[in-house]
């Protein structure tokens, strides 16, 4: 029947990426993958369930804690690198620094709302982390546990070893579906149509919205 | 329908499943073949339109006023009645063990739960299985072509709009003969019921730069996900990635 093949379309997704989301913060230098995805679960968790009220009144505040936990553990120079795709040899260093600081703010900004939406409706557990690559890359698999009974969501870190020692973020999937590679793609067809200076800059404007009755919209010849 | 009526609708389905799969490729999620893109990008813009103005609110009011436990039962009940399309698609795919389970699944929620209201299998280790026939063809080696947007129903592709035909085919619920307000009013509930599953999406596809390609990538990706049970091969899930 038609409808029910397209049940639980993308099911979970936003909720699924949002507690994810939370998992990644306050990580502890030269641990483990997994254990960085973990023992920083209870400390953002526990930060969010204390300062609700004050983060719902103050949003600036809530954003301001999310730089600071939340954003260093997230490798933001790969993420735009991979953003930027087949374009990454077109640009300049200072246009990656510019893409990765875009980027990031659109990224938090767009989902630590729903960080704060669902951070104490689900439970998080995260399985040991499968290294990867000679050690530079590693994927950790946690199940979000939703406490209202719905399925359990499959959600998985991306994660590299920058030289550091630091185990860092660079995507997430949940369900297989995947943040950075869906944001790479749109990014990708607005590059096609201008180019990587005039993307920077309506990214940063917030003026990058496609209307999506444009039938134009599609990829340049 | 009659025996006749079924047979050419049958025989139609069949031309045009073939039309559509020949030449089916398998591309990169990042890469789709979405030649109809002009097409499409109003078609689901109308789309759009129509769950701004129906389908979302109506859907807000019915999650807003009607409880959990029988939105719940609302679920359970699409799930079993469509449920033994994933018991045939489950044989389709050589899975004969976890076909028997669903089965089983199907006729205990069908019996003690209640038509399928309620989910006593789920309690005693009979978990849902997610399968259809769209996915079948994908185990069987058809690519999923391209990238289609259907009025009112969404995301779609060559060999997912095939298998949403065979789907049909395949549940018993669809050989009752419904009179036309049952059928309108058996589909506008699995509609809301649905789209009440998709309501966390909103804000996620609000915040897209492009909405369509979110979508579409969205689509593409979980659709692997679904066809590899979890475990799609990195050559489809992972374009080329930088160094460092």
Known sequence: MNLSTRRGLIRNF????????????????????EQVIKTTTD????????????YQADKASFYAMVDREIVPHFDTTYIAKVILGSHLKEASPE????????????????????????????????????????????????TIVRKDGKPPIPVTFSMRNGGDGDWKVWDIKAENISLVLNFRTQIDAEIKKSNIASVIQRLNAGQLQVDPADAKSGKAP | MDKGTTGTAAALAWGLATALLVGCAHNSPYEPADPLERINRPIYAFNT??????????????????????????????????????????????????????????????TFG???????????????????FGQTLGRWGVGEGWYIMLPFFGPSTNRDAVGRVGDYFMAPANYV???????????????????????????????????????RTAYLQRRLNQVYDGNPPAKYTEPELPED
Request: without cysteine; aromatic residues 10%.
């Open chain 1, 14 to 33: 936003a909720i699924g990426l949002v507690a994810a989301f939370g998992v990644a913060a306050g990580a502890v230098a030269a641990t483990p993958p």
């Open chain 1, 43 to 54: 400390a953002l968790r526990a930060d969010i369930g204390k300062n609700v009220a004050k």
């Open chain 1, 95 to 142: 246009q990656i620094k510019q893409f990765e600081t875009a980027f990031k703010d659109m990224l938090v900004h767009s989902y630590a709302d729903k960080l704060l939406e669902y951070y104490d409706s689900v439970d998080i557990q995260v399985k040991p982390g499968v290294v990867q690559d000679g050690g530079k890359r590693a994927e950790v698999n946690t």
């Open chain 2, 49 to 110: 339109t129509a769950d701004k103005y129906v389908l979302r609110p109506v859907t807000k009011t019915y999650v807003d006023y009607v409880p959990a436990p029988v939105r719940s039962s609302v679920s359970n009940f699409f799930d079993n009645l469509f449920y033994p399309t994933v018991v045939v698609n489950d044989a389709l795919q050589a899975k004969f063990k976890q076909s028997g389970l669903d089965l089983t699944r199907f006729l205990m929620n069908t």
């Open chain 2, 114 to 132: 209640v038509v399928g209201l309620f989910d006593p299998a789920t309690m005693v280790g009979l978990d849902k299985h997610d399968e259809d």
């Open chain 2, 177 to 215: 003969d419904y009179t036309w307000p049952e059928r309108i009013a058996l589909n506008g509930v699995l509609a809301v019921d649905t789209r009440a599953q998709l309501l966390d999406l909103d804000s996620v596809l609000d915040q897209q730069l492009d909405p369509y390609v979110f979508l």
